[in-house]
C-alpha cells in the first residue's frame, strides 16, 4: 500500500511559500496600522479612555456613535451621549446631561442640573443652563433645523415639539418657559420676570414674545404670521386664537387682556392700568385699545365686521365701548368715569361719550358730546319740522282767535254810549245816572 500510495512534498518550494505569506502578512498590518482611525465609536467612562472625540472626568460619562460624532462630559457627575453623523454633546457645570440624537445635532448643557436634549431630526441645536444657573432644561423633541435654547436663571424651560425651523428661547430670572407645539417658522421667546411664559401651538411663522414682569402669558393658538406680546407687569394676558395676521398685545399694568378669537388683521391692545380687558370676536381689520396709565376697570368690544377702531380709557375709568356687527365705526368712551359708547347692526358712525351716560348709534342718556354724522342729519330735520310745525299751529291759532274776538266786540254794550245816554240798556242806565 505504502508503494501504491507515495506523495513526494518538495521540500524549498514549501519554505519559500510559507516566508511569502509571513512577509504579505506584516506588509498588510504595517499599511493598516498606519491608516488613520474613522471618528466612528467611542466612549470615556470616569476620565478612562479619553480621546479627540470622547472625554469625560472623573464620575461622568461620554459617550459617542456615528461617523463624526463627538461626545464630552467635562463637569462633575455629569453624562453626554450622541448618536448620529457629525452629533456632538456637552455637558459642564455639576449633575448635568446633554443628549443629541440625529445628524447634524448639537447639545450642551451647563450650570447645575442643566438638561439638553434633542430626539429626533436632524440640523437642531439645543442648549441649557448658564454658569450659575440652576434647574435648567432645554429639549427638542423631532422636526428639523430648530434652535431651543434656556440660558441662565432659576427653573427655565424653553421646549420644541415638531416642526420645522422654529426659535424657542427662555433667558434669564425665574420660573419661565417657552415651547412650541407643532408648525414651523415661529419664535417663542420669554425673556427675565418671574413665572411668565410665551407659547406657540400649531400654525406657522406666529412671533409670540414675553418681556420681563411677572406671571404673564402671551399665547397664540392656531393660525399664521400672527404678533402676540406681553410687556412688563403683572398676571397680564395676551392671546390670540385662529386666525392670521393679528397683532395682539398688553403693555404693562395689573391683570390686563388683550384677546382676539378668528378674523384677519386685527389689532388687540391693552395699555396698562388695572384690570382693562380688550377683546376682539370675528371681523377683519379692528383696531381695539382699552387702558392706559391710570386707567382701571375698562372694557372695549367687537363682534364682527371690519374696519372699526374703537377706544375706552386711557386716561380713565369704568369705561365701556363696543361694536355688534357693524362696520366702519369709530367709537370712543372715556375719561368717564362711567361712560358708555357703542353701535349696534349701524356702519360708518362716529359715536363718543366723554362724561359719564350713555350713547349708542343715535341715542344719547345724560351728559354731552355724543356725536354721530348720520345721527346729527337726522336730528337736525326733525328739529326743523318740529319747529316748522309750531310756528304752522301758531298761525293757525292766531287766525282762528281773531273772529272770535270781533264777535265779542260786537255783542259788548258800549260804555260810552251809556254815559252819553245812549239808548243801550245799561249803558243808559249809567247814562242817566250821570245826569
Do not use: W
Not at 419664535?187 to 410665551?198: E, F, M
Not at 292766531?398 to 260804555?415: D, E, F, I, L, W
Request: with cysteine.
Amino acid at each position: 500500500m505504502a508503494d501504491i500510495i507515495h506523495l513526494t512534498i518538495p521540500q524549498y518550494p514549501v519554505k519559500d511559500g510559507l516566508a511569502c505569506v509571513v512577509t504579505s502578512g506584516l506588509l498588510v498590518g504595517a499599511a493598516l496600522g498606519m491608516a488613520p482611525s474613522a471618528n466612528a465609536t467611542c466612549a470615556s467612562i470616569f476620565g478612562i479612555g479619553n480621546s479627540a472625540e470622547c472625554t469625560s472626568t472623573l464620575f461622568s460619562v461620554a459617550l459617542a456613535i456615528g461617523d463624526g460624532a463627538t461626545a464630552h462630559a467635562d463637569g462633575v457627575l455629569g453624562a453626554s451621549f450622541a448618536i448620529g453623523t457629525a452629533a456632538a454633546a456637552t455637558s459642564g457645570g455639576a449633575l448635568t446631561l446633554a443628549s443629541a440624537v440625529g445628524n447634524n445635532v448639537t447639545a450642551g448643557a451647563q450650570g447645575l442640573f442643566g438638561t439638553a436634549l434633542s430626539l429626533g431630526g436632524d440640523g437642531n441645536n439645543v442648549q441649557a443652563g448658564a454658569p450659575g444657573s440652576v434647574f435648567t432644561i432645554a429639549a427638542n423633541f423631532l422636526g428639523s433645523n430648530n434652535d431651543v435654547s434656556a440660558l441662565g436663571g432659576l427653573s427655565n424651560r424653553a421646549i420644541n415639539i415638531g416642526g420645522n425651523d422654529n426659535t424657542v428661547t427662555t433667558q434669564g430670572s425665574s420660573f419661565n418657559f417657552a415651547r412650541n407645539v407643532f408648525g414651523s417658522n415661529n419664535t417663542v421667546t420669554t425673556t427675565g420676570g418671574y413665572g411668565n411664559a410665551a407659547q406657540n401651538i400649531l400654525g406657522n411663522g406666529n412671533t409670540v414674545t414675553q418681556q420681563g414682569g411677572e406671571l404673564n402669558t402671551a399665547t397664540n393658538f392656531l393660525g399664521n404670521g400672527n404678533s402676540v406680546t406681553t410687556t412688563g407687569g403683572y398676571g397680564n394676558l395676551a392671546r390670540n386664537r385662529f386666525g392670521d395676521d393679528n397683532d395682539v398685545s398688553t403693555q404693562g399694568g395689573y391683570a390686563d387682556l388683550a384677546s382676539n378669537l378668528l378674523g384677519t388683521g386685527n389689532t388687540v391692545t391693552s395699555r396698562g392700568g388695572y384690570f382693562n380687558g380688550a377683546r376682539n370676536i370675528g371681523g377683519n381689520g379692528n383696531t381695539l385699545t382699552v387702558g392706559g396709565p391710570g386707567s382701571n376697570l375698562n372694557l372695549v368690544v367687537n363682534v364682527g365686521g371690519g374696519g372699526n377702531t374703537i377706544t375706552a380709557g386711557g386716561p380713565g375709568s369704568f369705561n365701556a365701548g363696543f361694536n355688534v356687527l357693524g362696520s366702519n365705526n369709530q367709537v370712543s368712551a372715556g375719561p368717564g368715569p362711567f361712560a358708555l359708547a357703542g353701535t349696534i347692526l349701524r356702519d360708518g358712525l362716529s359715536v363718543s361719550k366723554n362724561g359719564p351716560g350713555i350713547a349708542i348709534n343715535g341715542v344719547r342718556l345724560g351728559g354731552a358730546s355724543t356725536t354721530s354724522s348720520t345721527v346729527a342729519g337726522t336730528n337736525a330735520a326733525r328739529s326743523n319740522s318740529v319747529a316748522g310745525t309750531a310756528r304752522t299751529n301758531r298761525a293757525t291759532a292766531n287766525k282762528q282767535a281773531t273772529p272770535k274776538v270781533n264777535r265779542q266786540q260786537a255783542n259788548k254794550p258800549s260804555g260810552g254810549t251809556g254815559r252819553s245816554g245812549g239808548t243801550g240798556g245799561a249803558g243808559g242806565a249809567r247814562g242817566h245816572g250821570g245826569k
